[in-house]
């Protein structure tokens, strides 16, 4: 019998700490050994000329996700982790959510009846809080906690899902009790409420005035209003897809004080800018998020921010609708007024080799720093680390290999999820994943899916035990 079920030789290895040239040896879906001359192998992968780093981890997506006003989301588990994997990312973690008067123990289970049998990259589960309830706090939260269910998104707006400050601090209050991980979409919701009846007032409906009503002000208020929430109870908190500078310089106020805030970027906020919400007809709809992508200013500091170590995670924050169909951005058939246009942009699979590309490549980021944001630190932050987000012995062998040389253009048709559009249409990249392997199986070559439904298991998250943001200790 060979000692090693897959061989990976002659590839640059590359961690959130180092670049060397080594061998890879995996046996059980496992990294079981690193170095030269390794031995034999059932099957040997000739890296020469590629960068083998850890599968990415994209740890914030939106899946199946149930929605309330006619929504559909276009991914569920099959084609989302298909497009991950197509992409390089060999683990997700989506949402599940609580809806208000449920319970979120019914929410998970209804999550993983969703996800069962049909994922074919591993994938775990944030819960998003919207009814924190006495039994909520008290029973359910630590009991699902322990169970391996240990981070959670709160809202600080949209109707059916925002929290009041009260509310904030309970669920900060039980975090720090239990040891679990808070995830804030920080915009104030009565500034977006306000902004939004003075544009209908004025007609001003269309989708570039998404991008007015969803000021930078509003974020910028809620992020610093998180974190002194946070303060207050003395717990480590996470501010998601920051958009521009404005939350930045809270986020790095508050790591400047020694506070254990984190910060989370996405593509849009480097690729797009309120212009894109501003094409002809109703095409802006494509790009309408929240926070919205702002101008080329907050670009510049959003990528200051990601050099500098103000974000420790780039996520795609993928929330899937179609854009020609009346479950998605064309809500009921119409052309509707901004605030009815479902938020989200789909990036599972574009969001690494755009950083890859526009970072590594452009020499901004250097791939040390490329591995930390997408792969080694949401590992450490959401209690995954060491059995993802690196290359070490008795790590799973979840690699994924990039020819860093490559050159494509995006193009819808090329992607794997099964929304119809993506906003990167004609975006051309250097740096490509040419094979990703999840737990020592191939999961995609050369752009294409290799892996069954299925194959991707539900992994339970460890209590998150970060480090201090960069710049305060060692870790990040
Ligand atoms: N905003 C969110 O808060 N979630 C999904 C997508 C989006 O744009
Ligand atoms: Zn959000
Ligand atoms: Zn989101």
């Known amino acids: 019998m060979t000692r090693f079920d897959t061989l990976i030789t002659n590839g640059r290895l590359i961690t959130a700490a180092d670049s060397y040239d080594a061998d890879i040896g995996i046996k059980d879906g496992r990294i079981v050994a690193l170095g030269e001359d390794l031995g034999e192998a059932a099957e040997v992968i000739d890296a020469q000329g590629l960068w083998v780093m850890p599968g990415g981890i994209d740890a914030h997506c939106h899946l199946d996700q149930p929605l309330g006003d006619g929504a559909v989301m276009a991914d569920d588990f099959l084609t989302g982790t298909r497009s991950a994997a197509c992409g390089g990312t060999t683990t997700v973690i989506p949402f599940a959510v609580q809806q208000k008067g449920q319970s979120l123990r019914a929410a998970v289970e209804d999550y993983h009846r969703r996800s069962e049998g049909k994922a074919m990259v591993d994938y775990a589960f944030h819960m998003i809080v919207t009814d924190p309830t006495e039994s909520v706090l008290k029973e359910e939260l630590p009991a699902l906690i322990e169970e391996g ?56 409906t269309s989708p570039f005035y998404h991008g007015v009503a969803h000021s930078a002000i509003a974020e910028r208020e ?13 717990v480590p908190l996470l501010i998601v897809h920051v958009s521009g500078p404005e939350a930045i310089e809270q986020i ?8 254990r805030v984190y910060g ?43 050099e500098g170590g103000v974000f420790q995670v780039f996520s795609s924050d993928h929330a899937p609708f179609r854009y020609d169909d009346p479950q998605g951005k064309k809500l009921h058939g119409e052309e509707a007024g901004f605030h009815h246009i479902p938020n989200g942009i789909p990036g599972l699979e574009t969001r690494l080799s755009i950083l890859f590309s526009e970072g590594v490549v452009k020499q901004r980021i250097d791939p040390t720093r490329f591995v930390a944001l997408t792969a080694t630190n949401p590992a450490k932050i959401y209690g995954l680390y060491p059995r993802k987000g690196t290359i070490a012995i008795g790590s799973d062998a979840d690699l994924t290999l990039w020819d860093p040389r490559a050159r494509s253009t995006v193009r819808n048709v090329d992607l794997h999820h099964a929304v119809d559009y993506t906003p990167y249409e004609g975006l051309e990249l250097t740096g490509r994943p040419v094979l ?41």
Request: net charge negative.
């Open 436 to 476: 990703a392997l999840c737990r020592g199986a191939s999961v995609s070559r050369n752009g294409e899916p290799t892996a069954e439904p299925g194959h991707g298991q539900f992994l339970k998250c460890d209590k998150p035990q970060p480090a201090r943001p960069r710049g305060q200790a060692k870790g990040f």
């Open 264 to 306: 989370e970027t996405c593509p849009q906020y480097l690729m797009l800018t309120a212009s894109d919400l501003d094409q002809e007809g109703f095409e802006g709809a494509k790009c309408v998020c929240s926070p919205p992508p702002r101008d080329k200013a907050a670009q510049e500091a959003v990528w200051q921010a990601l």
């Open 149 to 204: 269910y240990s981070s959670f998104k709160i809202y600080l707006t949209y109707d059916d899902l925002k929290l009041n400050d009260r509310e904030v601090l309970e669920v900060l209050a039980m975090a720090r009790r239990e040891g679990g991980m808070v995830m804030v979409h920080a915009e104030n919701a009565d500034c977006i409420a306000y902004l939004t009846e003075l544009l209908e007032s004025q007609g001003q």
């Open 252 to 259: 790095r106020w508050a790591q400047g004080r020694g506070l």
């Open 222 to 234: 809620a992020t610093h209003r998180a974190i002194s929430l946070a303060e207050l109870i003395d």
